[in-house]
Structures are given as C-alpha cells and as structure tokens.
C-alpha cells in the first residue's frame, strides 16, 4: 500500500522544482519577447522536463533536462540537450541558477522556453505525472499529453 504522506511529500517537492522552473521560462520568454519583437522570428525553442528519479536504495534525485531547438530542428530532435540533478531540492535550485545564466544568452537570441510538468521515475522505469498546476498557462505542457 503506498504511503500518503510520501506521495505528499513529492508531490510537495515536485511542486517547488516546477515553480522554480517555471519561474525561469516566465523569465526567459520575457528576454526572449523582447528579442523576437526585435528581429521578427524566433531562433528556436527550450523545452524543460523535470523529473524526480527514485532509485533503488530509496534515494532521489531531483533531476531536469532541457531540449534545444532550432527551426531546422524542430520534427528531428533536439539539436542540444542539458541536463543537472541533485539530490535535494535545495541543490536543483543552485544547479538552476547556474544553468539559467548559459539560457539567458539564448533567450537574448529569441528563443523561446516551455515546460512539462513534473514526473516521477519509480525504480521499474514507471513514469507517472507527480506535480502539475489546476490550470496549464502557456507554455506549460502535461507529460500525459507528450
């Protein structure tokens, strides 16, 4: 039987690294709003997935990758991926700081950020959406949808 208080639990912390994230693509796209007025055309897409992993031993990490997409891109696949973990939250959010600063210099090119909402990765390979608002604002997608 699953324990509720850990479902709370990461559903807690999937909420926190999802409005972290989506805190960045507000700040992104308003960098990168300001760039496409600019130029007239978007240079590509940031597509964020974060992901809270379970490993055997019961650990987790708190991990997210971020896609890159040119137009030239776009129906092949990415053309760039990151990724960061930690194993708190606390050290997702320092290792998004970081990250953030590398995502900027594309935002300044027009390129615009979206995310996913938050899965959860069971030892099994079991993904399962664990944090998504009420409501999906633009540029928010459910991984149910993916």
Not at 32 to 54: D, Q, R, V
Not at 55 to 80: N, R
Not at 132 to 145: N, Q, R, V
Request: charged share 25%; hydrophobic share 35%.
């Amino acid at each position: 039987m699953p324990n509720p208080k850990k479902a709370s639990s990461d559903r807690a912390a999937g909420e926190m690294l999802f409005t972290e994230i989506f805190k960045l693509v507000e700040q992104l796209n308003t960098t990168a709003g300001l760039a496409l007025a600019e130029k007239g055309t978007k240079s590509g897409n940031m597509t964020f997935s974060p992901k809270i992993i379970l490993e055997e031993d019961g650990k987790k990490h708190y991990t997210c990758s971020v896609d890159i997409y040119t137009p030239q891109t776009a129906e092949t696949g990415p053309e760039i991926n990151m990724e960061w973990d930690g194993t708190s939250v606390e050290q997702f959010k320092k290792a998004l700081m970081t990250v953030a600063i590398a995502l900027s210099s594309l935002a300044r090119e027009a390129y615009i950020a979206d995310t996913y909402t938050v899965a959860l990765i069971k030892q099994d390979g079991e993904e399962t959406e664990i944090y998504a608002p009420e409501i999906l604002e633009p540029g928010m997608y459910s991984i149910k949808d993916a």
